[in-house]
């Protein structure tokens, strides 16, 4: 499964501290879109969905979440709770974030503008299209 976690590069000191996102150093792709998820309610699943085209870094700048990675295959769960650990997920990737801590805010990056044509919102859809109905 092509997935990775990044130990991004930490600095400061005692008076605070500092992340910098940067391509060929902490991340592979160059950078077309952020966005970032918050104030999700107790319960609540984002994602469930797939993108042809996209790659992601998702970081939990605050609080932590999970991050259920499917390749239609295998599943594993990973959580994010640390900004400056982030979580690269390749195309092709069913993902799917839950379990939202009190404040929560999940920054995600990825190399792709926004193109609802390149989207698979349903997992079935999905398995056919890694060749595992």
């Avoid at 979580?87 to 929560?104: T, V």
Wanted: charge should be negative.
């Amino acid at each position: 499964m092509n997935y990775k976690l990044i130990d991004m590069n930490l600095f400061g000191d005692e008076n605070g501290r500092l992340i910098s996102i940067q391509q060929n150093s902490n991340c592979d792709f160059d950078i077309k879109r952020v966005f970032y998820i918050f104030d999700t309610k107790p319960g609540i699943v984002r994602g469930a969905h797939a993108n042809r085209n996209s790659e992601f870094l998702l970081i939990a700048i605050n609080g932590s979440c999970k991050v259920k990675i499917d390749d239609g295959k295998n599943v594993e769960i990973v959580e994010l709770n640390s900004p400056h650990i982030a979580l690269y997920l390749d195309k092709m990737l069913w993902k799917e974030m839950y379990d939202f801590s009190y404040n929560a805010i999940l920054l995600v990056c990825t190399n792709t503008e926004y193109d609802e044509k390149e989207y698979i919102r349903n997992y079935q859809s999905y398995l056919e299209a890694v060749g595992n109905a």
